[in-house]
């Protein structure tokens, strides 16, 4: 079946610092979801993109769909102590999701 | 606007008893909806959807099925756990435009321990 590639598999920066990850697939998406998910709860869909090249912020978070359709990344500037959990990209190359694996993200004070 | 409630959110079942965990939408009609696992510390694996009364896709063959008895209804069930199906359930809606699906809702999930 298809798969997502995520990248890095986790990380661990300082409060303050600025946050790049990535997702990348083997086939063409017709729409890229990211999300985020603490420990013991549901994961919560930060945004969702629906053309390539589109841009899309929701605060402290970018993401953009990339331009081939086969990747899309998730920037976080700033980050504070509630960032801590699991990032997971999504996409629909067809009806159902594909979920990535997760990056774990770890924040130091 | 739309919620989605899940429950158990915990629940310690011993090998061999039956499960039956029930996940419900509110505020959307025609919900495609789905059940996923989620083993410790890793990604989510798609078991079931369902995108209408009674209809129900299996992903992955094991010991669960899951049954759609109304439109925002959905239960994931078994009748002999086994240690194996420890984890994470996680219940998720989506919708579709026109043709297109588009994102998908998770519930807050259920810690199921088989022992």
């Known amino acids: 079946g298809q798969q997502l590639n995520q990248s890095p598999q986790s990380m661990f920066i300082q409060e303050g610092e600025d946050v790049s990850m990535n997702c990348t697939s083997s086939s063409i998406f017709n729409t890229w979801l990211w999300y985020k998910q603490d420990p013991g709860e549901g994961p919560v869909l930060l945004i969702a993109l629906y053309k390539a090249g589109e841009l899309t912020s929701n605060g402290r978070l970018t993401a953009q769909f990339g331009i081939t359709r086969k990747d899309s990344f998730l920037n976080i500037s700033a980050s504070i102590p509630s960032d801590v959990g699991i990032y997971f990209c999504a996409g629909l190359p067809g009806q159902n999701f594909v979920f990535g694996p997760g990056t774990r993200l770890s924040v130091l004070p | 606007s739309q919620t989605i409630h899940q429950w158990p959110a915990t629940l310690v079942q011993p090998v061999g008893s039956p499960l039956s965990l029930e996940c419900t939408v509110e505020g959307t009609s025609n919900p495609n909806l789905y059940w996923y696992r989620q083993a410790a510390g890793r990604g989510l694996q798609l078991l079931f959807y369902?995108?209408?009364?009674?209809?129900i896709s299996s992903e992955v063959p094991q010991n669960l099925s899951a049954s759609r008895p109304q439109d925002r209804q959905f239960i994931l069930s078994s009748k002999k756990l086994l240690l194996s199906d420890s984890g994470f359930y996680l219940c998720?809606?989506?919708?579709?435009?026109?043709?297109?699906?588009?994102?998908?809702?998770f519930g807050q999930g259920t810690r199921l321990t088989v022992v």
């Open positions: 998720a809606w989506s919708v579709l435009w026109g043709d297109q699906n588009t994102e998908a809702f």
């Open positions: 369902s995108v209408g009364i009674g209809q």
